[in-house]
């Protein structure tokens, strides 16, 4: 790493400093964002030179994260699973579902990576996705309404390996410390030739950005196509929106197809 704007950042047990982009595998990713709170700096963000691609740098390691969604983070961020986050993620669904009947074609099978409630899963089968799995690692949800009527995994390595016409991956992907070699893996295992994605994350160049120590990798729309480009993808859909109560256009909404 070059133009490191601090000598001494400060790095616990949970975290570390990565030495590649996370999204290309470049090596040019000086720390260039520094972000601070009440003062004192508490992110660093690297953007890399070759993709663009901004990430947190240093992040929590790989073994802290896969056990910190295993439960504290929705204890952090909620106080646990929220009936107000219940009652969003059923809104947000509602709202996904028409971008999928418009964008995406139709299909049976269905793969969501960060299922949470289940409440996508609950529109996909309403429209004629019969075949509906989720993975979600926070096995509290894995109970609830809808998520109990459908298969739900708390890991990507223990959904057998088979295609899927559509997978899913809304406010997934930025929690992913590994993005390009995760969706590697997914395409390998899980994709047919005429697999599409339906990726929706928060759109850093939002007025307000989500620079967030769960949010290893910070997308924006040229980003988040970049990375599927990579990935051999066809852009099919590349948008912003936001719900009706939020102003602006904080998420960005891609839909990608798989190349032959």
Partial sequence: MKGDPTKDIPVNENMEFIEACPACRGTDIPITVVVYEAGDPVMFCSICEDCGQNFLNPRYTDEYTNTYYQGKYRNERNGGLSSEDMRHQFLRAHLQKDVIREKVPAGTSSLEIGSSLGCLLSELHKLGYTDCVGVEPDKRYHKYFPANNFTCY?????????????????????????????????????????????????????????????????????????????????????????????????????VYKRAP
């Fill in 154 to 254: 708390s890991d990507i390595s223990q959904v057998p390996k088979r295609p899927f016409d559509l997978i899913a991956m809304l406010h997934s992907l930025e929690h992913i410390n590994h993005p390009l070699d995760f969706m590697r893996s997914v395409i390998e295992n899980y994709t047919h030739q005429g697999t599409h994605f339906f990726i929706e994350v928060p759109n850093i160049n939002y007025e307000r950005p989500l620079y967030l120590p769960h949010h290893p990798i910070n997308f924006n729309q040229k980003t988040l196509n970049g990375l599927f480009e990579r990935l051999g993808c066809e852009v099919v859909y590349s948008s912003w929106w936001t719900m009706s109560n939020i102003p602006g256009k904080p998420y960005v909404v891609g």
